[in-house]
């Protein structure tokens, strides 16, 4: 079993639309967890921390479930340049610069 | 824009050679990274730098090694490519700058050995 789990998509969403992405980690000694956005032959960067009271970035909301182990990624009013592979990353306690990637979940925002 | 880069962006290579990955970073980040991805997986952690001198394997067993012998340069070595190598390597840097988890990537090396 993978140690960050995500539904490899695609997402095939209008532009507009409201998407939301889960990723459930295993791993009980998860301390941060994170999104990274991923384009297509592109290196990955960080788009926001997830924290436990949830966070908000614009159109993008972050919620961290540590009691069931997972992380959800909700994008508004999706744009094209939205389109993307979202990545779920966890980094362990004791570990804190060293972080575990998720496959990712691929979006495609369509007009 | 991050300031770390990979060189070269593409190499294709024959079995049985030695090959030389390098990355740089000029943000002065004490924390270096490299990392294995194949199309459509995530990326796996191979080797990892917390400083000058200090080089331990990741959670992926590579046959690749490291130097970090200057804080800006951390370079990735094969003795003798397969083509079980094949693949884009990553390297990443982060410091105490930036965001809490962010890692600042390069742009990549894609290595196909024939």
């Known amino acids: 079993r993978k140690e960050v789990e995500q539904d490899p998509g695609p997402f095939n969403v209008p532009e507009g639309a409201t998407v939301a992405f889960n990723c459930t980690y295993s791993?009980?000694?998860?301390?941060?967890f994170f999104w990274y956005r991923q384009d297509c032959r592109k290196e990955p960067k960080l788009l926001m921390s997830v924290y436990s009271s949830g966070n908000e970035d614009g159109r993008f909301t972050a919620q961290l479930n540590r009691a069931s182990q997972y992380i959800s990624l909700l994008i508004r009013d999706s744009k094209l340049s939205d389109s993307a592979t979202y990545l779920c990353v966890v980094s362990h306690t004791g570990t804190a610069s060293k972080l575990t990637f998720g496959t990712g979940t691929r979006l495609q925002v369509t007009l | 824009e991050a300031d770390i880069y990979q060189t070269p962006r593409y190499l294709v290579i024959g079995t049985g050679k030695k090959i030389t990955l390098e990355c740089s970073q000029t943000m002065g980040h004490d924390k270096m990274y490299w990392y294995q991805q194949d199309p459509g997986m995530e990326l796996h952690l191979i080797h990892y730098?917390?400083?000058?001198?200090?080089?331990e394997k990741g959670d992926l067993s590579s046959e690749s090694t490291v130097s970090r012998i200057r804080t800006e340069h951390f370079p990735l070595t094969l003795e003798s490519a397969r083509p079980s190598h094949t693949s884009q390597y990553l390297c990443?840097?982060?410091?105490?700058?930036?965001?809490?988890?962010?890692?600042?990537f390069g742009p990549g090396t894609r290595l196909t050995v024939t």
């Open positions: 990443a840097s982060s410091g105490v700058s930036g965001r809490a988890g962010e890692q600042y």
């Open positions: 791993n009980s000694a998860s301390q941060s």
């Open positions: 730098s917390y400083g000058v001198n200090s080089t």
